[in-house]
């Protein structure tokens, strides 16, 4: 493996990671509001709870992402950049919404209302734009005009069917896996009825979530990347992660005293690691097909190499940071715990 | 031609009008846990809840800020790749190091601010002063980092430019390049006075109010003493980093002296202007008060040296001739921070009370809002006399910005998003602490505490 695919697969490995973690905190952000509209105000407390602790921390995962991209691959960052104007303003809108409405929450509990559902229609829409991008990446929009500049018909692009296809994915998968996790988490609380709401939602989301995900794969257009042919040649591991979704979406039909919802959350989250490394080995070498590869878009080797080890340096520091925040964090919990255990009211127990 | 001006001035106005915001929150983000820290070492040395209370305060703050701080950062992180993708291109060869730091130093800083918000009183005292300054430096650093980039902006070292594209890279003198030890330091140590400033007007507004009990008044006394001695130390420091900062824009960037001190010809003995509005009709600065010889001082420390003038260099690369207000007022206001410190300490010596009279707190209360205009100034002077240079000597502006078309559209979105943002963050803030009078805390300080950690649940 050479270094320029080396970067590319750090790249896609931590946008992997923000695809989970980010499906869940948006994710949870909308069955809040969901369950919040039809008074399940337990439910809403679960979602509630999971989410408060997180978002930041998401967040920052975030910004990691383009800056790594600028780093590695300024050519794509470039490319990128120029086109995306407009899209990226409207997702960088919802955040800034959505992230003042989580902190002016913290002010005040009279607003509730207005905070939980700007929260969670952010929440609902901000995944599926993620997702939009994969279809851009797979070529067919994007044009070059004169003097070789990237050009995007934003028109084009926000209303094809495929990339709508795209956004109902991306939103979908986001909902699923949310739900899972919120039912675990549930579960954990030892709140029956509560699990048994998120488990009735996962258990109609699912089979939606995996039918757009195989149309977004074998829906491509003419002169774009082809995905569903280049697919072909990983079918082990599409195959496999196919395998994961099933194992996992079976395990919600057990009588609700049985369910296995950890197998289950699990399984869809290799599941979902299974298919973008099948996607994303499929996509490569191109970064912006066909105009721009990654070799192409690369930047000089010690920027390079230096981007490389200074995330993985990162990382190794705060390890032991992120460890005392956690065991704090699991001692909280459990003098929450018997606190409003009397309230039925949920315990978190993740950091 | 027109077209194309109109499409680089609206880009260069909705990313001067998301920084200009950002700065607001970064500032204080970084001169607010610098207060902890120092407030929670005054506690552990001289026993008084006091310092406590005010540590715990502060963190309510400066939870609310980061928090609106993580998203209007991301927004920069966004917008610098899709308003200027050209300028991001070079970065992402030559001076992204600190880009890529930067994120880790904030997540150090995010992750003691949830270890301190979090452990509250379980944590002992050594743990809480430890966690304030990591947190602090953490912030620090982060500001640091960033400010890195925009110092290699003003000097673009390790690095050669062939046809504008950078070749032969020492990434390491890329990221210490000439500007950085006089940028970073005067950032940081003006951003802690603006911060201290800015406290101790709350302090001075509380004092100012009629109906304060005694224990309240005690409260902030204390903290406008403390604020005060921060902000005395740091006004002080920001001034003398100041002038080396002028002394090194003197030797590598005289263009940047020059508009800022409305020096147009080239000259021995320079005069220092204050005030004025720089003419380039009548090539002087009409008005102001000439100081004989100071200028050449000041950049030079003998009062014949020679000063480059802005006739020294082509005038289609002058920084527009406004950028002189916006020095001098800077430096007024620093100047003026200076002046209210010491006058405070002169009477609280002279007095021997804690008591201060009620002209010296609307004074102060005032100095709280010039302190962060003067944080702008600066912040739009450093930008505005880098004009038309994005990357000083080697890209303009023009040559950075993007492609795409409808900035226009965007400017109107961010601009209410942002008004909307400001005043919830104001309302929040008052909301938060008219909720949570100090009352609460002497009276109910170790509930309070219990309450806290569940809240830093939350955070």
């Known amino acids: ?351 | 031609m027109v077209r194309k001006m109109n499409h680089v001035e609206m880009a260069r106005a909705l990313f001067g009008i998301t920084l200009g915001y950002h700065i607001v929150y970064a500032t204080i983000g970084v001169g607010i846990p610098l207060l902890i820290f120092i407030a929670e070492i005054v506690a552990a040395r001289t026993k008084q809840q006091v310092y406590q209370v005010f540590a715990v305060r502060m963190v309510r703050i400066l939870l609310l800020l980061v928090g609106v701080g993580i998203v209007t950062g991301t927004t920069v992180a966004v917008m610098l790749s899709v308003l200027w993708p050209t300028f991001m291109r070079v970065v992402g060869q030559v001076i992204n190091v600190p880009f890529e730091m930067e994120i880790f130093a904030f997540m150090l800083e995010s992750l003691f601010l949830a270890i301190y918000v979090y452990g509250g009183k379980r944590l002992s005292v050594k743990t809480r002063i430890l966690s304030a300054l990591f947190m602090s430096i953490g912030s620090t650093a982060s500001a640091v980092l960033i400010t890195d980039v925009n110092s290699f902006m003003n000097t673009p070292t390790g690095v050669t430019w062939v046809n504008g594209s950078p070749t032969q890279i020492d990434l390491l003198r890329a990221f210490f390049n000439p500007a950085f030890p006089t940028e970073l330091a005067h950032v940081v140590v003006s951003a802690y006075m603006a911060v201290a400033f800015v406290m101790s007007a709350v302090a001075a507004k509380n004092l100012l109010k009629r109906d304060q009990t005694s224990e309240e008044r005690a409260y902030h006394r204390q903290t406008l003493s403390l604020t005060m001695a921060v902000g005395g130390v740091t006004s002080v420091l920001t001034a003398f980093i100041g002038d080396l900062s002028g002394k090194f824009l003197a030797k590598f960037q005289p263009e940047k002296l020059a508009a800022a001190e409305g020096l147009f010809h080239t000259t021995r003995n320079a005069p220092l202007v204050i005030g004025g509005i720089a003419s380039a009709a009548t090539q002087s600065v009409v008005g102001g008060i000439h100081v004989p010889d100071l200028l050449s001082w000041l950049a030079t420390e003998r009062l014949d040296g020679k000063v480059l003038g802005l006739d020294h260099f082509p005038q289609n690369t002058w920084p527009p001739l406004f950028v002189h207000l916006l020095f001098d007022t800077m430096v007024g206001i620093g100047s003026f921070c200076i002046a209210v410190a010491v006058t405070y300490w002169v009477y609280r010596f002279r007095a021997k009370t804690l008591d201060v009279p009620g002209w010296l707190l609307r004074v102060i209360f005032v100095t709280g809002f010039l302190a962060m205009i003067g944080i702008e100034a600066g912040w739009c002077f450093a930008e505005f006399a880098r004009q038309p240079w994005i990357i000083y000597g080697v890209m303009t502006v023009s040559q950075a910005v993007t492609p795409s078309a409808s900035v226009g559209i965007l400017f109107v979105g961010f601009v209410s998003l942002y008004g909307v943002l400001l005043i919830a963050t104001i309302w929040a803030l008052k909301r938060y602490f008219r909720n949570h009078p100090l009352s609460e805390y002497q009276v109910t300080y170790t509930t309070h505490v219990v309450k806290h950690e569940k809240e830093g649940n939350l955070a």
């Open chain 1, 1 to 351: 493996m050479n270094i320029v695919a080396l970067g590319a697969a750090f790249i896609w490995a931590m946008i992997s990671i923000y695809t989970i973690l980010g499906g869940i905190d948006f994710g949870s952000s909308f069955w809040r509001w969901y369950f919040s509209r039809r008074k399940n105000w337990e439910a809403e407390e679960v979602a509630h709870s999971f989410v408060s602790p997180t978002w930041e921390l998401v967040n920052s995962f975030l910004v990691l992402i383009p800056v790594a991209i600028v780093g590695l691959f300024p050519g794509a960052a470039y490319a990128y950049g120029s086109i995306l104007l407009i899209p990226a303003s409207m997702v960088l809108g919802l955040l800034i919404l959505r992230g003042a409405y989580w902190q002016f929450g913290y002010a005040s509990e009279q607003k509730r209302g207005p905070i939980i559902w700007v929260v969670g229609l952010t929440g609902l829409i901000l995944p599926g734009l993620f997702a939009t991008i994969l279809g851009l990446s797979q070529g067919g929009y994007v044009s070059r005009g004169t003097q070789g500049a990237y050009v995007l018909p934003l028109a084009k692009f926000l209303f094809s069917p495929q990339v709508l296809v795209f956004l109902a994915f991306g939103i979908l998968m986001a909902l699923y896996l949310s739900a899972l996790f919120l039912a675990q988490y549930a579960k954990q609380a030892g709140s029956l009825e509560t699990f048994a709401a998120f488990r009735r939602s996962a258990q109609w989301v699912g089979p939606l979530s995996a039918v757009s995900g195989i149309l977004a794969i074998v829906s491509s257009m003419h002169g774009q990347l082809d995905m569903s042919h280049r697919l072909v040649t990983w079918w082990p591991i599409l195959g496999l992660s196919f395998v994961m979704f099933l194992v996992g979406y079976a395990g919600l039909f057990r009588p609700v005293g049985m369910t296995k919802v950890r197998m289950s959350l699990w399984a869809t989250v290799i599941q979902l690691v299974l298919a973008q490394i099948a996607y994303g080995c499929a996509h490569y070498p191109y970064v912006l097909y066909p105009y721009l590869t990654f070799s192409d878009a690369a930047s000089n080797h010690s920027m390079f190499v230096t981007t490389l080890v200074i995330f993985v340096a990162g990382f190794a520091l705060l390890a032991p940071g992120f460890y005392l925040f956690r065991s704090l964090f699991i001692k909280d919990v459990q003098s929450v715990v018997s606190q409003t255990a009397s309230r039925g009211t949920v315990t978190p127990k993740r950091g």
